[in-house]
């Protein structure tokens, strides 16, 4: 049975920063592609980071220079820096797998006040 289950989301000030995390179950993890994704209340999901099994990472231009996504294979884990954080990144923020097949977690709640 494939697990994804995102922690790390909560309220911060506008500025402030958050670390998500998000650990697999049930997968080869290393072969994985691994996202980040986000949906605000009223508009589609979207892609905020994504990193390949081999270590390339793509991001929204809406977060460049602002989140860092990283892996630890060892731990089947896929993190989230987000700094600077601003209002407009207030999300539900899932986790995503992606191989042959795409799993999904339940989603982490990010809140950011102005």
């Known amino acids: 049975q494939v697990q994804l289950v995102e922690s790390g989301g909560g309220l911060v000030q506008a500025g402030g920063s958050l670390r998500l995390s998000c650990a697999a179950s049930?997968?080869?993890?290393?072969?994985?592609?691994m996202g980040w994704y986000r949906q605000a209340p009223g508009k589609q999901r979207e892609l905020v980071a994504i990193?390949?099994?081999?270590?390339?990472?793509n991001y929204a231009d809406s977060v460049k220079g602002r989140f860092t996504i990283s892996r630890d294979n060892a731990k089947n884990t896929v993190y989230l820096q987000m700094n600077s954080l601003k209002p407009e990144d207030t999300a539900d923020y899932y986790c995503?797998?992606?191989?042959?097949?795409?799993?999904w977690g339940q989603g982490t709640q990010v809140t950011v006040s102005s």
């Open positions: 995503n797998a992606q191989f042959r097949w795409s799993y």
């Open positions: 049930g997968i080869i993890f290393s072969i994985y592609s």
């Open positions: 990193i390949t099994s081999g270590g390339s990472t």
